[in-house]
């Protein structure tokens, strides 16, 4: 069987259909657990997409021996529907697995980005990739805004969703004298406070609900540690609302 023509290929003179091998790279180790979203959407970013189009009825008439047949018909991208009635704007990594799809679809290539924007001008909550494997991905909440926007996800240290978060959790506290960002090997982001002075109902607090508030956008962790300041002799303590946040 021959391969479905990519539409529009003049704007991808050197496609030929196949999936870019670092996306199915990584598409495969999150399928295992072994490596996050971020990971898969560095890969997919600045690379191509295929967004099938369709031919669906708009008119049917009776043939012959009673037979229902088209009359009119027209070009439409599918958007599926899930039970709790979320809408996925379908596209594909390859012609491949367009075609384990559906062969009599046309496959047309878009960037990541243009794909997410038209996901949304669909008002569809996600874009699905590869819906009939090999493997299922789908890209969606804060991710399919971002890269809609940018064409590619930030580094946490860089998203001002993730530090707007880390901000909101630990202002009111007046023990965390400062929040300091640094690079983690046991989480997505490091997290340091750097307190006045001890205190472990406050490490409690703001564990818990650090853990809650960025569980969503940083599904590989963070790791939080903290740290008491040294005070100088000659320095009056810090009243309220003279602690100072990096």
Known sequence: MSRPSIIGAQNFRD??????????????EHATG?????QVLAALSGTRVLI?????????EEGVGGLTKDKNSEVAVPIMTGRDGRRGMLAFTS??????????????????????????EEEADALVLDVAGP?????????LSMIAETGA??????DPQVLGLIYQVTKGEFGIERVRIHPSERGEIGIRLELDE?????????????????????PGGIELSAVVRAQRDDAPPNGPGTAARD
């Open 15 to 28: 496609d030929d259909g196949s999936v870019d091998p670092g996306v199915e790279a990584r598409l495969r």
């Open 52 to 60: 099938p189009v369709v031919a669906v009825a708009t008119e049917t």
């Open 34 to 38: 072994a490596t996050g979203d971020r």
């Open 135 to 143: 493997v299922p991905y789908t890209v969606q909440g804060p991710f």
């Open 153 to 158: 996800v930030p580094e946490p240290k860089d």
């Open 95 to 120: 012609v491949d697995a367009v075609r384990r799809w559906r062969p009599d679809a046309r496959p047309v290539p878009f960037t990541v980005r243009d794909a997410c924007q038209a996901a949304l």
């Open 198 to 218: 001890r205190d472990d109902e406050v490490l409690r607090r703001v564990a818990g609900r650090l853990t809650a508030e960025l569980r969503h956008v940083l």
